[in-house]
Nanobody, 126 residues
Framework: QLQLVESGGGLVQPGGSLRLSCAASGLPLEYYAIGWFRQVPRKEREGVSC????????YYTDSVKGRFTISRDNAKNSAYLEMASLKPEDTAVYYC???????????????????WGRGTQVTISS
């Protein structure tokens, strides 16, 4: 069974940066697409970014394009989300998720992902 653990969240001022990490255990990630979602209270979980198994054709939701960068390191069985120029509206719990498919489907949908981490809180505030 695949287990995912996110880390790297925290409190950052607007305009700042954070790097989220997703460490996997139990199964190799190399065959699967990896996604990052975020959720704020009383709202649906939103797909932020996805990277396919081959690492090409990455997907970003419009609100983070040009500011966030997704990457993966199959040797470390990990994925990352580099977040820059952070805004208060980026505040959310961020989740790492893995789908059994090798490709990303846009727009991202929660039901297409099979394994989930517990999330890491990201707060953007001055």
């Amino acid at each position: 069974q695949l287990q995912l653990v996110e880390s790297g969240g925290g409190l950052v001022q607007p305009g700042g940066s954070l790097r989220l990490s997703c460490a996997a255990s139990g199964l190799p990630l190399e065959y699967y697409a990896i996604g990052w979602f975020r959720q704020v209270p009383r709202k649906e979980r939103e797909g932020v970014s996805c990277i396919p198994a081959r690492g090409d054709s990455t997907y970003y939701t419009d609100s983070v394009k040009g500011r966030f960068t997704i990457s993966r390191d199959n040797a470390k069985n990990s994925a990352y989300l580099e977040m820059a120029s952070l805004k208060p509206e980026d505040t959310a719990v961020y989740y790492c998720a893995v789908t059994k498919w090798p490709s990303c489907i846009a727009p991202m949908a929660v039901h297409e992902f099979d394994f989930w981490g517990r999330g890491t809180q990201v707060t953007i505030s001055s």
